[in-house]
């Protein structure tokens, strides 16, 4: 992935550990230095309270309830469990093999997108990168519904259709099996390798490709022995994300996987979590996977961190384009638009219309249309409407909150030097390690009992968001401190402003463009934040996420179509502001930025984190 990665400056007069040279040149005098020093001390202790409240204080319960006996002592014997209990080993085996196989599908389909919309000439390519970001805004859950309004072996809508015109007496697909999960989180997973694969597609120095074949190599020897070795680091960062989330992630295999008694890690946590509560069990079960997932991410870590490939030159030179020829072309147009087609178009096109039906076991027609009944009928329940306002609320507050933290530790990353600087990066990107059933888990044991009693509450939620978010502020915030010169904020404190005027007037506006980017990004994620929630819900403090899980619980399609319209809506306004401000750089001419792939631009901020 670091081939992909344009270069960002580096802070003005910062060293390697992206230290400020302010305190070593010159600078206060003594009583000013010592006055500084403590300044630095007491905003890093804050910073320290922070991660520790959002994050380490409940992991660090999740590992100490895992070792505490019935009589409150210490014990290994909790373990013990993963022998006893054959459903919790093949809750865990069932995540591993449905994660290998969400990454083998991700490939297939990640890998020819990225290749065929980034080095061919095939028609309608801006569009197909376009589609491919423009799946962030959509929840894998809210898929997942559309596609049993699809498949569903008994009135999905494909299947229907296909019995009847081959005559077919049963459904042709099942869409709840395992081999469902692995399709429907292929088709939202994808764009993990698309993205960081196309990046680095469009950042390698052509001059590469073309020496080789001045010598010789066939256009596939090239492929095999240049391109395929520069953007492996990319491939391999990205199957190694999927992998990780398709082996945590929640919604869909809770909505396909009920039905056939197929659980995962957390969906048996949730169930764990159940009147009467089994606490160390699920604080057991939690452990394993947090050590697994911690060794893929040093894994990614040591396999494409330590890796620089300068083949990118300060200028990018004009790639060559592979040319497809007609019959090229048109199959590789086929491949895209069937991927946009399965990803976006039928699963949030059925839930569309289903939202216009008055009810759904009649044929589609005029005489099951309703244009506004089944929207009145979200939005004229209370609970609903709460829910809306809770997830605004805490979307909004837990991205300030994270952003605020995020701001904090950048500063001290960028602008003051101490050998501590070097955890910050890794703590603030410690949530990515974390699934969120297990944060979830952490959280309720930390926060939910005495002294505390957050248990059911916003704030508990609002620190779940607020945690979770970290990563993505900090990446865009490190990213953006990075490119303000020291001198400017010094500059403003020799006038005599005070820390806090010189963060109002000059620090802060000059990092409004990632700011806002991060911000906006954060507050999709979290505006749709279900695997977190879900557990911390306890029937008060509903969000829009736990409404729907629960309404498509209870089989209300039409309802979960209406308010799945609504949430995309936003989700995709929010977005495609959060890309244009993105994929706006200063001074770039507009024709460069036509050719630069929004996936770029997405993908930069988090790449130079990892």
């Known amino acids: 992935m670091a081939v992909s990665t344009p270069a960002v400056p580096a ?171 692995v399709f429907v989180l292929s088709l939202f997973l994808y764009p993990l390798v698309f993205l960081p694969v196309s990046a680095a597609l469009e950042g390698i120095d052509p001059a590469l490709e073309q020496a080789a074949a001045s010598l010789g190599a066939s256009r596939w020897r090239v492929l095999r022995t240049v391109t395929f070795p520069v953007i492996a680091p990319a491939l391999i960062a990205g199957s190694i994300l999927v992998f990780v989330s398709a082996a945590v992630i929640f919604g869909p295999v809770a909505i396909l996987g009920a039905p056939v008694g197929f659980q995962t890690i957390p969906t048996v946590l949730l169930s764990l979590m159940q009147f009467p509560p089994r606490i160390e069990a699920a604080a057991v079960i939690s452990v394993p996977i947090l050590v697994i997932i911690a060794g893929l991410l040093v894994l990614q870590r040591w396999l494409t961190g330590g890796k620089r490939f300068t083949v990118i030159g300060g200028k990018p030179g004009q790639q060559d384009v592979t040319r497809l020829g007609a019959g090229g072309r048109a199959l590789g147009l086929t491949f895209c638009s069937a991927v946009v087609l399965l990803s976006i178009v039928l699963p949030f096109g059925v839930l569309l219309v289903t939202s216009f039906r008055e009810a759904l076991g009649r044929p589609l027609g005029w005489d099951n249309f309703t244009l506004t009944g089944n929207y009145e009928q979200v939005f004229g329940r209370p609970l609903i409407t709460a829910a809306m306002g809770n997830s605004f609320v805490l979307a909004v507050g837990g991205t300030v909150l994270a952003l605020a933290v995020a701001l904090l530790a950048a500063w001290l990353a960028h602008r003051t030097r101490a050998h501590s600087n070097a955890l910050i990066a890794p703590v603030m990107a410690a949530p990515l390690a974390f699934p969120g059933a297990v944060l979830g888990i952490g959280l309720i044991i930390a926060y939910a009992g005495t002294p505390f009693g957050l248990g059911g509450t916003l704030t508990i939620l609002l620190i779940a968001y607020a945690g979770s978010a970290l990563p993505l502020s900090y990446a865009y915030v490190h990213a953006g401190m990075g490119q303000i010169g020291a001198e400017v904020e010094e500059a403003s404190r020799s006038l005599g402003a005070s820390w806090v005027r010189t963060w109002r007037r000059i620090t802060v506006p000059l990092l409004r463009p990632s700011l806002l980017a991060a911000g906006l990004l954060n507050f999709v994620l979290l505006f749709r934040e279900l695997e977190m929630s879900v557990f911390l819900y306890t029937g008060a403090n509903p969000t829009v996420a736990t409404v729907l899980y629960n309404l498509a619980s209870e089989s209300l399609y039409q309802r979960v179509g209406a308010l799945s319209v609504v949430i995309l809506l936003i989700n995709i306004v929010v977005t495609v502001i959060a890309m244009r401000l993105l994929d706006s750089r200063p001074g770039e001419s507009p024709s460069r930025r036509r050719r630069r792939s929004p996936s770029v631009a997405l993908n930069t901020p988090p790449e130079e984190a990892a």
Do not use: C, K
Not at 28 to 35: E, F, T, V, W
Not at 44 to 53: C, G, K, N, S, T
Not at 55 to 79: E, L, R
């Open 11 to 181: 802070a003005s007069g910062t060293d390697a550990a992206g230290t400020a040279p302010s305190h070593r040149r010159g600078g206060p005098p003594a009583g000013g230095r010592r006055g500084t020093a403590w300044f630095d001390r007491g905003m890093r202790l804050v910073w320290a309270v922070a991660v520790l409240a959002l994050i380490g204080y409940p992991i660090a319960q999740v590992f100490g309830q895992s070792f505490v006996a019935d009589d409150g002592g210490f014990t290994f014997g909790n373990y013990a469990l993963l022998g006893q209990e054959p459903d919790l080993v093949r809750a865990i085996l069932n995540s591993l093999w449905i994660a290998a196989g969400t990454v083998v599908g991700s490939l297939l389909l990640g890998l020819p997108v990225a290749w065929l919309a980034v080095r061919t000439d095939m028609p309608l390519r801006r569009f197909f990168r376009g589609s491919a970001v423009l799946t962030f805004a959509a929840p894998s859950f809210i898929a997942a519904l559309g596609w049993i309004l699809l498949l569903g072996p008994r009135n999905g809508l494909l299947n229907t259709a296909l019995m009847g015109l081959f005559g077919l007496e049963e459904a042709p697909f099942d869409i709840f099996t395992p081999w469902g999960i």
